[in-house]
């Protein structure tokens, strides 16, 4: 498993501590920035990750903003990409295991460092159950591909 990161200033704080529990597991991952808590803009760092998760270089990845919600609306924007923002972990794994989420949104304003940690782990250890859920997710490249 390797995993793409970013974050916007208002989530630097939280992608360092993720960054620091991903590192203790032993998982390969690269830090797309930002690198200090100057303000920047968030799409920025969500096409990073996302196209390096698209391209399939990354198999995850991990968004962290002040809500988690506009670097997960940026990040869906590009082809392929399913990005879900969570506060909780059961969304983290069904979001796996139903929606075959590649890439996870926080929201450092939102939830606290263990619930973070909680989420990631959550998100990272279920697998996409398949069967039904493959037509959803066809469905919803179907909708890419019109628009
Ligand atoms: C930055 O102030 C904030 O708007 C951004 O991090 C994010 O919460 C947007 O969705």
């Known amino acids: ?22 590192e203790e597991k032993g998982i390969e991952f690269k830090d797309y920035g930002t690198y200090n808590e100057d303000s920047c803009d968030y799409p920025d ?22 809500t988690g919600v ?3 609306i940026a990040a869906n ?4 990409i399913r990005a879900v923002t969570c506060s909780d972990t059961f969304s983290a794994h ?10 996870l949104c926080l929201g450092q304003r939102v939830i606290g460092i263990g619930l973070a940690f909680d989420i990631v782990d959550a998100f990272l250890s279920a697998e996409f159950e398949g069967g ?12 890419e591909n019109k628009n």
């Open 77 to 80: 924007k590009v082809k392929g």
């Open 94 to 103: 069904a979001s796996r295991q139903h929606n075959d989420a590649n890439i």
């Open 132 to 143: 039904r859920h493959t037509l959803r997710i066809n469905k919803i490249t179907e909708i």
């Open 70 to 72: 506009g670097i997960g």
């Open 1 to 22: 498993m390797n995993i793409a990161i970013g974050s916007d200033h208002a989530g630097f704080r939280l992608k360092n501590e993720i960054i620091k529990h991903i």
């Open 45 to 66: 760092f969500a096409e990073k990750v996302a196209s390096k998760v698209a391209s399939k270089e990354f198999q995850f990845g991990i968004l962290v903003c002040g």
